[in-house]
């Protein structure tokens, strides 16, 4: 059975940063692209970024360029977010999900974890 | 950025009942269009992809339609665990881009 599993979420500050990981399990997570996807409270999902099977290609949308960076330990068959400079607007329900390449969907998602961005 | 635009974004119905959701992208993207299943305390499903392809797992009673900017999902004989809120997204470039959902509650 195909699991992903988010951990890191929490309050922090503005300004401040925050460091999520996506264990994966029950496939070859080196043969998959993986990605984050955003959910703000109460609003629609935001694709944050992708990332190629060796780490080699990253993706990002303008809002988070310069400030997130994603990246993957196939070893570990883990998968992270690293958060910096966080602003209010970042708040949201961070979802790991699995995708063959970006001109794929998104097969397989997390149940996610949550960011708080607030002083 | 292709701005996907999903309607209704509200929508009442009752078990037995067919629902068509729609979702308009701003340019072609040819069938680069996956519809999404979205409920409380579970992750994330994938329902349909290429616009039209049931992904393994897909009850028969949805369906996708559509290509290049016009799409719609239809749900027949709605049965009690498909109210949910479902969401469209384009695949064809990035940024890759989400409608906004549409939350089927029932009737």
């Known amino acids: 059975e195909v699991q992903l599993v988010e951990s890191g979420g929490g309050l922090v500050q503005p300004g401040r940063s925050l460091k999520l990981s996506c264990a994966a399990s029950g496939f070859t997570f080196s043969n998959y692209y993986m990605a984050w996807v955003r959910q703000a409270p109460k609003k629609g999902l935001e694709w944050v970024a992708t990332?190629?099977?060796?780490?080699?290609?990253?993706y990002y949308p303008d809002s988070v360029k310069g400030r997130f960076t994603i990246s993957r330990d196939n070893a570990k068959s883990s998968l992270y977010l690293q958060m910096n400079s966080l602003k209010s607007e970042d708040t949201a329900t961070y979802y790991c999900?699995?995708?063959?390449?970006?001109?794929?969907?998104?097969?397989?998602w997390g149940q996610g974890a949550s960011v708080t961005v607030s002083s | 950025d292709v701005q996907m635009t999903q309607s209704p974004s509200y929508l009442a119905a009752s078990p037995g009942e067919s629902v068509f959701i729609s979702c308009k992208a701003s340019?072609?993207?040819?069938?680069?269009l996956a519809w999404y299943q979205q409920k409380p305390g579970e992750a994330n499903k994938l329902l349909i992809y290429s616009g039209s392809t049931l992904q393994s797992g897909t009850p028969s009673r949805f369906s996708g339609s559509g290509s290049g900017t016009d799409f719609t999902l239809t749900i027949r004989n709605l049965e009690p665990e498909d109210f949910a809120v479902y969401y469209c997204?384009?695949?064809?470039?990035?940024?890759?881009?989400f409608g906004s959902g549409t939350k089927l509650e029932i009737k």
């Open positions: 990332i190629s099977t060796s780490g080699s290609r990253t």
């Open positions: 999900a699995r995708h063959r390449t970006t001109d794929y969907p998104m097969d397989a």
């Open positions: 997204q384009q695949y064809y470039e990035k940024p890759l881009t």
């Open positions: 340019k072609s993207i040819s069938n680069y």
